[in-house]
């Protein structure tokens, strides 16, 4: 199995066309927000990985997320993944991310015994009228 692609978004929407044809519509693509109050505050991101089995691989995976700043880990998420053969499949993952300060979460996702990719994901602070 491999990572295809890993990105901070508002929504997903699945949806089938004619044929064996589906789509991932993803909206509110981001990799920094806004704060929506004062600090400190806690963050909800929604994360999601969408998972590639290569044809005639394994189609049991463990999907884990590790959060951290500053070379500290904030927040974890691990969970069991099966992609069929020659297919793709996604996972949602939300962690609930604590900012004591404006900055930048890094989320390393990794598959057991594959590759990883880092997903950023800033607070900034809100614009001073």
Known sequence: MQIIA???????????LPGPTTRLDLTGVQ???VAAGPLPLTAAPHLVVIVRCEAGGDSDGVLEV????DGEQVARNVQALQVEP???N???????LT???YG???ARCTLAGG??????????????A
Do not use: H, M
């Not at 590790?66 to 700043?69: A, E, G, L, P, S």
């Not at 590759?115 to 001073?128: E, F, S």
């Open 66 to 69: 590790v959060y951290t700043r």
């Open 31 to 33: 990799f920094s927000a």
């Open 99 to 101: 900012f004591e300060s």
């Open 6 to 16: 890993a990105l901070f978004i508002d929504n997903i929407d699945v949806r089938s």
């Open 104 to 106: 930048t979460v890094e």
């Open 86 to 88: 020659g297919k793709f």
């Open 115 to 128: 590759q990883g990719v880092v997903v950023p994901y800033t607070l900034l602070p809100a614009p001073v």
């Open 90 to 96: 996604f996972r949602l993952v939300k962690a609930e």
